[in-house]
């Protein structure tokens, strides 16, 4: 039967190239085996790699020295064999090549193997890496690569760079806002650093419109404050300018009623002056809100219908204009109001103290203190917010005995 050393030169090199395909499959499957860490299969693949390659190492140096002295010995013996003895060997060697190859392939696409989670994990939308205290990257995707490009300008190669480079914040990165946070975990006693980056592009652009709508919501629950406030203001000028007008139609009516009357009858004349005393006295009632001493008559007359005696231990200061003489008697009499409504105080005392940049009033009683927190409510709360519209400021101060303390500022 023919030999190898009489088969044509095309013959003998189909068989080397068939052994060479046998070699790279069988290269392919030990280097599978090693990453699926299935060293089993590796140690199998050996085998048909091995033979295979002696084959060709054989076919090899037969094709350059043929049936000389230079060939090696394994070689002129191999050679003087039959060629279908060659046929059936790589035959063998190709079967078990292919089982182990099939083998490997489908334990990479039905089992959870490290490629396959490095497949996933470079599909999700989030950067995943994970390296130890000296920085050395033992995994990262493709997602957290394209971030550290884009943050530190190189790609990733020292995990605590990064970490120093992002930290634990939320950075707009290719044009995307992304949540960067590490974590500890311990692997085989070795403690490693995870860091992985969301992309919150959405979630944060609802954050701000909802920090918007919070600041209109706010502003327009301090405007609905304010016109709360002034609502009685309001009120109180509408009733004024009424009662104005309707004193004036009234003196209207008495001047006419004047002229007309018959001086000889005195019940007449009587009825009229006492209707023109009546009038007089209502268009002194808004003239006397602006007079000081009404008002601190009106504050004493309050203070002894709640039977507390008011001690006054200076004036009034004189830097006060209008405005502020009317914040304060507002504070006094809420003051000398909450006193005997909360406190039960019989006695108050009201002082003033003046430097160069405030003056400060301050309403002291004796009576119970409170026990809880001090919560501007109620007219405190209405007072606080008129005396902010002036620039002042209201206050409480709890020692041994409760002070309400108003506060101006003096202008530069």
């Known amino acids: 039967m023919t030999s190898l050393f009489h088969l044509s030169e095309l013959t003998r090199s189909l068989f080397s190239l068939w052994t060479l395909i046998l070699c790279l499959i069988g290269i392919f499957s030990i280097i599978r085996s090693v990453k699926q860490k299935r060293l089993r299969f590796a140690a199998f693949a050996l085998l048909p790699f091995g033979c295979s390659y002696f084959l060709w190492q054989v076919l090899f140096d037969i094709h350059l020295f043929g049936d000389t002295d230079a060939a090696a010995d394994i070689s002129r013996k191999l050679g003087g064999f039959p060629w279908i003895g060659l046929l059936l060997t790589l ?16 334990y990479g696409k039905r089992s959870i193997t490290p490629d396959a989670i490095k497949l996933c994990l470079d599909q999700i939308p989030c950067g995943v890496c994970c390296f130890g205290d000296d920085g050395r990257v033992l995994f990262s995707n493709v997602c957290m690569n394209r971030l550290c490009v884009a943050a530190t300008g190189s790609i990733l190669q020292n995990g605590n760079r990064l970490y120093d480079a992002v930290g634990d914040s939320i950075l707009m990165l290719n044009g995307h806002r992304w949540r960067f946070a590490r974590r500890e975990l311990l692997l085989d006693g070795e403690r490693l650093h995870e860091m992985t980056a969301s992309d919150v592009t959405a979630e944060y652009a609802k954050t701000e419109a909802l920090q918007k709508d919070k600041e209109a919501l706010s502003r327009l629950n301090a405007e609905l404050k304010e016109y709360n406030l002034g609502i009685d203001d309001t009120v109180r000028k509408q009733e004024v300018l009424r009662a104005k007008v309707n004193i004036h139609d009234e003196m209207n009516r008495l ?8 001086k000889e009858d005195a019940a007449t004349m009587d009825r009229i002056f006492t209707l023109w005393e009546q009038n007089a006295l209502l268009l002194c009632m808004e003239a006397d809100r602006s007079n000081e001493p009404k008002a601190v008559s009106g504050i004493e007359k309050l203070a002894d219908a709640l039977k507390i005696r008011l001690v006054w231990k200076s004036d009034l200061p004189e830097t ?9 008697f ?20 009201i002082s003033f103290a003046e430097t160069d940049k405030e003056i400060c009033c301050a ?18 709360y209405n007072l606080s917010v008129l005396a902010g519209k002036q620039g002042a400021t209201l206050s409480s101060d709890i020692g041994e005995e409760f002070t309400l303390i108003l506060r101006f500022p003096k202008n530069a």
């Open 330 to 349: 507002t504070a006094a009499k809420e003051a000398i109001a909450n006193a005997a409504k909360h406190a039960d105080a019989k006695r108050m005392e």
């Open 363 to 380: 309403f002291t009683n004796d009576g119970k203190l409170p026990i809880d927190e001090i919560k501007f409510a109620g007219g405190l």
């Open 320 to 328: 006060l204009d209008v405005e502020q003489k009317g914040l304060f």
């Open 255 to 262: 001047m006419l009623s004047t002229v007309a009357a018959e």
């Open 91 to 106: 035959f063998v060697i190709t079967s078990a090549a292919l089982v182990n190859l099939t083998a490997v392939i489908r």
